[in-house]
């Protein structure tokens, strides 16, 4: 479910500015079998904090929606109503490793 606290997929990155990045992400439920179904699937602005978090997530990472909107609006002059799914915090699912340091205690720089 696209809501706060769920977890999601990233499939698509589209960086369009340095204030926000559109990004093609799914979400999914447990079904009583143990599999799963996909329960929203489409592209997501990030904004603020969640577009800052777009330094630490990549195309098939998972993170976690902490604070999400949606809103519409129509174009009369189209008559086409659109839907705008917005993130404004995000998360990493996992927090990633670091780098291995080289060298050993003796030797650092090696």
């Known amino acids: 479910m696209f809501a706060n606290g769920s977890y999601a997929k990233v499939w698509e990155i589209k960086r369009i500015e340095e204030k926000y990045s559109d990004i093609r992400i799914s979400t999914s ?3 009583d079998d143990g599999s799963y179904e996909e ?6 602005r990030m904004v603020g904090k969640a577009h800052k978090a777009m330094d630490f ?7 976690k929606i902490v604070s999400c909107g949606v809103e519409s609006h129509y174009d009369k ?8 799914f917005i993130i404004f915090d995000a998360e990493p699912a996992e927090p ?7 060298g050993s205690d003796e030797n650092p720089f090696i």
């Open 29 to 31: 439920k447990k079904k």
């Open 96 to 102: 990633k490793e670091e780098e291995p340091i080289q």
């Open 39 to 44: 329960d929203f699937g489409g592209f997501v």
């Open 77 to 84: 002059e189209k008559k086409v109503k659109y839907t705008n």
């Open 57 to 63: 997530i990549n195309e098939k990472d998972k993170f």
